[in-house]
Nanobody, 127 residues
Framework: VELVESGGGSVQAGGSLRLSCISS????????MAWFRQAPGKEREGVAT???????SYLGSVKGRFTLFTDGAKYPLYLQMNMLKSEDTGMYYC??????????????????????WGRGTQVTVSA
């Protein structure tokens, strides 16, 4: 399974971007999908997750600004980002794991919990 992200770019603070993630193949019906981001010099952090039971979780700093959704199928997986801030700058990655982990498909789960990764799409927000 290969994941491919798109939709990144450069925007001013307050602007919006929509990221998309597509997959070259299908994954298990019990899954956890996520968007991560990594700023220069910082660790990769989970931004939003979607479990196969429909539960969605968000990183606290993006709640109310970012929305994770699909069109009904697993992919494309979208991340609508509104009211962007300079601290949202970073490389954004799509990730997937073939287990929903019994309710532990949450943003606090680290990158090691995921099997499949995309190469990332850069988001730059200028103040």
């Amino acid at each position: 399974v290969e994941l491919v992200e798109s939709g990144g770019g450069s925007v001013q603070a307050g602007g919006s971007l929509r990221l998309s993630c597509i997959s070259s193949g299908d994954i298990n019906k019990d899954y956890c999908m996520a968007w991560f981001r990594q700023a220069p010099g910082k660790e990769r952090e989970g931004v939003a997750t979607l479990a196969s039971d429909g539960r969605i979780s968000y990183l606290g700093s993006v709640k109310g600004r970012f929305t994770l959704f699909t069109d009904g199928a697993k992919y494309p997986l979208y991340l609508q980002m509104n009211m962007l801030k300079s601290e949202d700058t970073g490389m954004y990655y799509c990730a997937a794991d073939e287990s929903s982990r019994g309710g532990l498909c949450v943003t606090s789960a680290g990158p090691d919990e995921y099997v499949y990764w995309g190469r990332g799409t850069q988001v730059t927000v200028s103040a």
